[in-house]
Antibody, heavy 125, light 107 residues
Framework: EVQLVESGGGSVQPGWSLRLSCAAS????????MHWVRQAPGKGPEWVSG????????GYADSVKGRFTISRDNAKNSLFLQMNSLRLEDTALYYC??????????????????WGQGTLVTVSS | SYVLTQPPSVSVAPGKTATITCGGD??????VHWYQQKPGQAPMLVIY???DRPSGIPERFSGSNSGNTATLTISRVEAGDEADYYC??????????FGTGTKVTVL
């Protein structure tokens, strides 16, 4: 059974940084691209970032480009999101999500077939 | 940026059919995926590649996609189908785009 467990969320002030982690189990981690998706309170989901199995290709939503950095450690079955220069509008539940395509060399043109339960990031002054 | 528009709400009686649309420019040329989200839970995939069902998803859930509209159909609706539903597609500008969301209420 696929399990994705996020951690690292918290309450911070604008301009601060946070590093989110996602521990994956129940599947061969380095066979899949991975993603971060966030959901602000009362809003729909928003894709944040994606990374291929070998970190060869990475993409970001325009709203976080230049501030957030996605990375992964296949030896530890872990996905990360370094969030810098946090803004009020970054407040959301952040989900780690597994890509739906086995063995794909791209994070694009796919879907998210498993999600964690999320870690809450609150940015307020 | 690419926009996917869904009706804010759909109401349906138990046993009837719920139809949820997802409108976007030439969406028929894209692959569309659908998620169900219940309160306090993460989204769950119910349809991928326009019309394929993940294992464990009932046959009551089906999808189609053509022209400017993708559609999720829930047949023989049950009380447990009450949830928010979101469509998802990849935009060639380099972004995944979620629809605006539809709240399904079972009467």
């Amino acid at each position: 059974e696929v399990q994705l467990v996020e951690s690292g969320g918290g309450s911070v002030q604008p301009g601060w940084s946070l590093r989110l982690s996602c521990a994956a189990s129940g599947f061969t981690f380095d066979d899949y691209a991975m993603h971060w998706v966030r959901q602000a309170p009362g809003k729909g989901p928003e894709w944040v970032s994606g990374i291929t199995w070998n970190s060869g290709t990475i993409g970001y939503a325009d709203s976080v480009k230049g501030r957030f950095t996605i990375s992964r450690d296949n030896a530890k079955n872990s996905l990360f999101l370094q969030m810098n220069s946090l803004r009020l509008e970054d407040t959301a539940l952040y989900y780690c999500a597994k890509d739906g395509q086995y063995g794909s060399s791209s994070y694009e043109l796919s879907w998210f077939d498993s999600w964690g339960q999320g870690t809450l990031v609150t940015v307020s002054s | 940026s690419y926009v996917l528009t869904q009706p804010p709400s759909v109401s349906v009686a138990p046993g009837k059919t719920a139809t949820i649309t997802c409108g976007g420019d030439h969406i028929g040329s894209k692959r569309v995926h659908w998620y169900q989200q219940k309160p306090g839970q993460a989204p769950m995939l119910v349809i991928y590649y326009d019309s394929d069902r993940p294992s464990g998803i009932p046959e009551r859930f089906s999808g189609s996609n053509s022209g400017n509209t993708a559609t999720l159909t829930i047949s023989r609706v049950e009380a447990g189908d009450e949830a928010d539903y979101y469509c998802l597609a990849w935009d060639s500008d380099g972004d995944y785009v979620f629809g605006t969301g539809t709240k399904v209420t079972v009467l």
